[in-house]
């Protein structure tokens, strides 16, 4: 198929990654409940406590309108003082538990919370992190789940006991004078309208307000990653401009979330002051004409007040919910992708786990083996398209192909086991796409990639990668010590063996310039290391594990001539009787292939040895003419 014809095939199938027509992503309150329910024991015995503090909380009105009643007719007090301080004191310890077990439970939610969402961001398609901000991401871990602590420190499961106290006052109410009590509920009806037309605004106005603070961390981040560069380049107040131009972006939305709380906030303190004055002043008409005692009068606005405050609770949990309902959105946006294995059991269904060195399978195959294969990244970080295949059907073209950036288009070559191959051409002619393809970071948009003969979308992803050692192009380092970067892809290996490895990359000067040996520091990135060690390192991790396939990209791009050629000899000696596929930089390293094949465009236009190849590719000879093969 060429690179211009449209398929007539529209289908889609599930295996695409969709787009949303919202303006952003929206939580319903449904989609809160596991992260509460998980904590239920400690809930369920927080509600317990709730309602019976709001039953001794009811029972204190009750006392003092008992008291005023035996202060009017001279009788002792007796018991009943007792009773009313045991009662506070009683209400006073329930409430501070309470509080506690709340908090503790908020602090559970936001740490089941950051492990679910970590769970999933480690585990997201390749193709996620293209088109979104680290910054961005982290965002979502840190401030976006501190926000589910507020539904239950600020009054969602204290509504329970609140609805008890609230019921039961208006019950007490009923009895006491239904006409103040029906003065009462209209105005608390008004209060209840004038929240309920409010929350929303505060869910979109909160969610807005995230995805703001989501801009300050990425630009943050962004201008820390790059700090030795910004401040190379004079570009330091730049950047501080535009990081400022971003939280000041936040510190809007913030206010706006300020303003739209401030109007809910004293709504409930409005009613009580306005049911108050209601009661106080056609309450003392109605005791004046006897149609209440005094004693009424206080116990109802006792139970007055009772009832308020638990109101009050509720607009407190309906401001916070719809705060982290905001922010929740953003979360279960990642959630609900996909992991990058989602839908392996739909391509193949029985995946087949391959054996050491990928014997026993197809013995007579190709190591890997390329069959007619396209693939092209999204053309936006807006595109919502699936840079990825969107059938099982590994002959079925995307619809949009064509549409998005083509990178690979129509590579075909095998690479018999055991054998050397060198991957050359010009910047962009789709060299380090081959070898992400190979470790499944994406899958072809057309035709198949294969090891031992088989698709590798039928074989299990971690025991596809278990028979791969990859070094990246620009060979991340992770912050930590020498023995973390080696043990990385290998947690059982002996300090003997990393020692071993670290030296045959010609790493050792670093393992003995330090005291503290394989513990030593290698800092942020790596910075510790010069660019050289940092890919010498990368190397010796990707050796400790003996994979049978080793994957190096531009490895060697770093070293001076003593260390490539140290490099070179270091892997000759680990790569025999191996497969090894190579993208180079210099002529040095792929002269003594088996094979090189040279790409252009995202063709191969060229496969053979050095001399055949300077004799029948323009191409190669000229980059081989000017050592450049990158």
Not at 42 to 65: E, R
Not at 379 to 398: F, I, K, V, W, Y
Request: charged fraction near 20%; proline fraction near 5%; aromatic fraction near 4%.
């Amino acid at each position: 198929m060429s690179d211009t014809q449209t398929p007539t095939n529209t289908r889609r199938s599930p295996f695409a990654r969709r787009g949303t027509s919202a303006p952003g992503p929206r939580a319903t309150f449904r989609q809160l409940l596991p992260f509460i329910f998980e904590h239920r024991p400690v809930l369920i015995w927080v509600a317990v406590l709730s309602v019976i503090g709001a039953l001794t909380s009811l029972a204190q009105p009750l006392l003092v309108a008992q008291v005023i009643d035996l202060v009017e007719a001279g009788q002792p007090l007796g018991w009943i003082v007792w009773g009313l301080i045991a009662l506070v004191i009683v209400s006073g310890i329930i409430s501070g538990y309470q509080h506690y077990l709340l908090q503790r439970t908020g602090e559970g939610v936001v740490l089941s919370s950051r492990k679910r969402l970590v769970a999933k961001l480690l585990r997201l398609p390749i193709a996620e992190f293209d088109t979104r901000r680290t910054g961005d991401l982290v965002s979502r871990v840190g401030s976006d789940t501190t926000m589910l602590r507020a539904v239950l420190t600020q009054g969602l499961v204290e509504a329970i006991g609140g609805t008890v106290t609230f019921v039961g006052a208006l019950i007490a109410m009923l009895v006491i004078d239904p006409v103040l009590l029906g003065l009462t509920v209209l105005v608390i009806a008004v209060a209840i309208t004038t929240v309920t037309l409010l929350s929303g605004r505060v869910r979109e106005a909160s969610h807005q307000a995230q995805e703001k603070v989501g801009d300050v961390a990425a630009s943050v981040e962004r201008a820390i990653s790059a700090v030795r560069t910004i401040r190379a380049a004079g570009a330091t107040d730049r950047e501080n401009r535009a990081v400022d131009t971003e939280a000041e972006g936040a510190w809007q939305m913030g206010v706006e979330v300020a303003k739209i709380s401030a109007l809910i906030v004293p709504i409930a303190g409005i009613a009580m002051q306005v049911s108050f004055l209601v009661v106080l002043g056609v309450g003392g008409y109605r005791v004046a004409s006897g149609a209440i005692t005094v004693a009424d009068l206080v116990a109802f606005i006792l139970f007055l007040f009772m009832m308020i405050l638990p109101l009050g609770q509720a607009f407190g949990a309906v401001t916070s919910v719809n705060m982290a309902l905001g922010a929740l959105g953003r979360i279960q946006e990642i959630l609900d992708l996909p992991d990058e294995d989602a839908y392996d059991r739909d391509l193949a269904p029985r995946a087949l786990m391959v054996g050491e060195a990928n014997e026993g399978m197809l013995p007579d195959a190709a190591a890997i083996a390329f069959d007619d294969v396209h693939f092209a990244y999204a053309a936006t970080p807006q595109d919502p398209a699936d840079p990825g295949n969107d059938s099982p059907d590994e002959h079925l073209p995307e619809p949009d192909v064509t549409a998005r950036q083509p990178v690979l288009r129509g590579v075909s070559f095998q690479v018999p086991r055991g054998r050397r191959i060198a991957l050359v051409g010009p910047s962009g002619a789709g060299k380090s796409t081959i070898l992400s393809l190979i470790e499944r970071f994406y899958d072809p948009s057309v035709g198949a990639v294969r090891m031992g003969g088989l698709d590798v979308r039928s074989i299990d992803r971690g025991a596809l990668r278990a028979q791969i050692g990859y070094v990246e192009q620009d060979a991340p380092v992770l912050a930590g010590s020498l023995r973390d970067n080696l043990k990385l892809g290998s947690p059982d290996a002996t300090d003997a063996e990393c020692e071993q490895v670290l030296r045959a990359v010609n790493l050792g000067s670093v393992l003995d310039r330090d005291p503290a040996g394989l513990d030593a520091a290698v800092g942020e990135d790596g910075i510790m290391l010069s660019g050289g060690e940092r890919q010498r390192l990368a190397i010796a991790r990707a050796l400790l594990a003996a994979p049978p396939i080793l994957l190096l990209d531009e490895s060697t791009s770093s070293l001076d001539g003593v260390n490539e050629r140290m490099m070179r000899e270091a892997i000759d000696a680990v790569s025999a009787g191996r497969t090894l596929i190579v993208i180079a930089h210099r002529l040095s390293t792929v002269i003594d292939s088996d094979r090189i094949i040279v790409l252009e465009e995202g063709r191969v236009i060229g496969e053979g040895t050095h001399a055949e190849l300077v004799e029948s590719v323009p191409l190669y000879r000229e980059l081989a003419a000017h050592q450049l093969l990158v």
